[in-house]
């Protein structure tokens, strides 16, 4: 299985955890939400798969670019 990580695309804090580890997602389901600028910014999945990891929890401080959890994806 390939592993994918999936990074915050801007700079604030994580609002809410949609998704645990271990729950299969589909390419756009949504992960978490980041709260920035009074602004809720949804981070999602980028491929199917099984969200393997989360190295974030509610009410960190997160910056654009950084590795939030990793997918693993199914093999072709």
């Not at 801007?10 to 009074?38: C, F, H, N, P, Y």
């Not at 960190?60 to 590795?67: H, K, L, N, W």
């Amino acid at each position: 299985m390939a592993q994918t990580a999936l990074e915050s695309h801007v700079s604030g804090t994580v609002w809410k955890i949609e998704r645990q580890v271990g729950d299969d997602l589909a390419a756009g389901d949504t992960v978490l939400v980041i709260e920035a600028m009074k602004m809720e910014i949804p981070v999602d999945a980028p491929s199917a798969g099984r969200l393997a990891k989360l190295l974030v929890a509610e009410g960190d401080a997160v910056t654009e670019g950084q590795v939030l959890g990793h997918l693993l994806s199914p093999s072709a």
